[in-house]
């Protein structure tokens, strides 16, 4: 061959290779691995490596608007060569198998559940089809979180859970369909928690080989990553989506709310976990350093209060702290993270920040309530603070910080502390007895009880001021169908494997179905202490994904979508964890 012939040959097999090592071109003689896994036989136990890259099409891509603010080098995901075993979450329930009464009794409560389940996704398919919301009383629909088919997202995991396998398969054909596109503001809590956190649950379920879900979760999570482009590197989470996809800079907020700044850990990490992508995990990574850096400087050390300046990067200067609305999955995430990092490398940042704060919660965010039968509990509340020396309790209770019965029983078992276990006890036992004694047998959304001094019993003082006993007042008699009390109850049962958390839940499921149900499906509650309650024309998204799941599972066999096995986001999205 001519020299300069092979020459020119050699320079066009060069670039030839080059173009097919960018994947713009493939040969067929050497076929490259796909860009995205449309065939998968099960979740990986590792990171894909080289990171997963979702399929070219035809959608707005916020992969291709320019970043303003670069990371010059991402965090990874921990690894360890010695896979680590957590402790035993689940009471092992092999040890004391029920007999076919309770089995029977077990199945009738689980098939009522479903049952209820079922009426209201029916009514939201022939209704409120890849709407937002149904809405129970009108048989119409609503638009709340950005118009992307919340009910729709939020409800896979449980149709799957049920096996309601031909409702799941319409569904993810319908969830294929939407368009993650700039809409103008955007609640990046809402969409993180119900609309990413479904998708991920969704594909774990599927044991990862429904990859049209990781494709969606790859597309939504690239538009929330985008939210953190800024030039602390913390989100925006209320954010003008608009703004952002035509390069216009943007910064956090000077006025922000704790919830809204760490509840992204669980779903970002989950979602680097399975695509290898590590710009998710490193944008939570930086958020949990200075959540670590600043909880000891707070006015009760510990603990972050709820009003935050992200902008600045100052968690420091509020002095209200609670576990309710604005704060409570900043909380939540700690422990739940450490379990689904396997308590491995950065995981122990979660373990401390989690021990430094439930130590807190128990001395000052816990009260005795003054109750007629003395009953042994504890009811989260808010307090102010001035500083270590100045707190002042308050005595207000919201139906929202019930989960931390669960949290606390979580993390006792994970940390093998029992004290733990046993406070988390107390306040799903409070919530309980909220139940019990309040009017219908429903808790209302906010309201107030008496405090005893310690956490030691103390004398019920009749002539105190009571609505009704126990109740001192009620500030928000609504039930807007919210899953936090029977959160805790699944959490408990599963934990400690004592049966009568199950009669609980089925006195609490018949009390809230009867008072809640509809023509369609069912409904808030305007004021729980009436005797005529009048129902809203509300059904928010988490009736399905949260409370009518939690109840299921309270029924189920205990080995569905074990505790040891799976970890649950705030919205009831159980990711599988790794390993």
Request: charged content about 20%; glycine content about 6%.
């Amino acid at each position: 061959m001519h020299p300069r012939r092979w020459r020119w040959t050699a320079l066009l097999l060069c670039i030839f290779s080059f173009l097919f090592y960018l994947n713009y071109f493939p040969l067929w003689i050497l076929p490259s691995p796909p860009r995205f896994p449309y065939v998968q036989k099960s979740c990986p136990t590792t990171p894909p490596h080289p990171p997963l890259k979702p399929p070219p099409g035809r959608r707005f891509n916020w992969r291709d608007v320019d970043t303003q603010y670069p990371v010059q080098k991402f965090e990874q995901l921990p690894r360890t060569a010695v896979k680590k075993e957590l402790p035993p979450v689940q009471y092992d329930f092999s040890v004391d198998p029920p007999s076919l009464y309770d089995e029977l009794m077990r199945k009738r409560r689980q098939a009522a559940v479903k049952a209820a389940f079922a009426r209201c996704w029916t009514s939201y398919k022939e209704r409120a089809w890849m709407k937002d919301e149904l809405q129970p009383v009108s048989g119409g629909s609503k638009t709340t979180f950005g118009g992307w088919g919340a009910t729709l997202v939020d409800s896979l995991d449980t149709l799957w859970i049920m096996n309601l396998k031909e409702d799941f398969e319409d569904a993810v054909s319908a969830v294929t369909q939407i368009n993650f596109k700039p809409e103008g503001e955007v609640n990046m809590f809402e969409t993180t928690i119900r609309y990413l956190g479904g998708l991920l649950a969704a594909y774990d379920l599927t044991d990862c080989k429904d990859s049209r879900l990781l494709e969606k979760a790859m597309e939504l999570g690239d538009m929330i990553y985008a939210s953190f482009d800024t030039p602390n590197r913390m989100p925006v989470t209320r954010w003008d989506s608009v703004k952002a996809s035509k390069g216009v800079k943007q910064s956090p907020a000077a006025n922000g709310i704790i919830a809204e700044l760490a509840s992204f850990s669980l779903e970002f990490t989950r979602l680097s976990q399975l695509t290898g992508d590590m710009r998710y995990y490193d944008a939570v990574a930086r958020v949990t350093s200075v959540l670590e850096e600043q909880q000891n400087r707070t006015k009760l050390p510990g603990l972050w209060p709820v009003g935050i300046d992200t902008q600045n990067l100052d968690l420091t200067r509020d002095n209200q702290f609670s576990l309710g609305a604005m704060a409570d999955s900043a909380y939540e995430y700690l422990g739940k993270t450490y379990q689904l990092l396997r308590g491995v490398g950065s995981a122990s940042q979660y373990k401390k920040m989690y021990e430094l704060s439930m130590n807190a919660v128990i001395e000052h965010l816990l009260f005795r309530p003054m109750v007629p039968d003395q009953a042994d509990i504890l009811m989260p509340t808010s307090v102010r603070a001035n500083s270590a020396s100045d707190i002042r309790q308050g005595d207000t209770a919201q139906h929202l910080a019930c989960f931390v019965g669960g949290m606390l029983a979580l993390g006792g078992r994970l940390f093998q502390n029992k004290t733990h276990v046993e406070a988390g006890q107390r306040v799903t036992d409070a919530c309980v007895w909220t139940y019990q004694n309040a009017p219908h047998g429903i808790m209302p959304e906010m309201f107030s009880m008496h405090a005893c001094p310690t956490h030691s019993p103390c004398p019920y003082d009749a002539s105190k001021t009571f609505v009704y006993p126990g109740f001192a007042s009620i500030s928000d008699a609504r039930y807007i169908l919210r899953p936090e009390a029977i959160e805790s109850v699944f959490y408990m049962y599963r934990i400690t494997g004592d049966t009568s958390y199950q009669d609980i839940a089925w006195e609490m499921f018949q009390a809230i179905d009867s008072q809640t149900r509809t023509q369609y499906a069912n409904a808030a509650i305007r004021d729980v202490s009436t005797e005529n309650t009048e129902r809203l024309d509300s059904m928010e998204s988490f009736w399905l994904a949260e409370t009518l799941k939690y109840f299921y599972l309270v029924f189920s066999e205990p080995g569905l979508v074990s505790l040891d096995d799976w970890v649950f986001n705030t919205e009831a999205h159980p990711f599988r964890l790794m390993g």
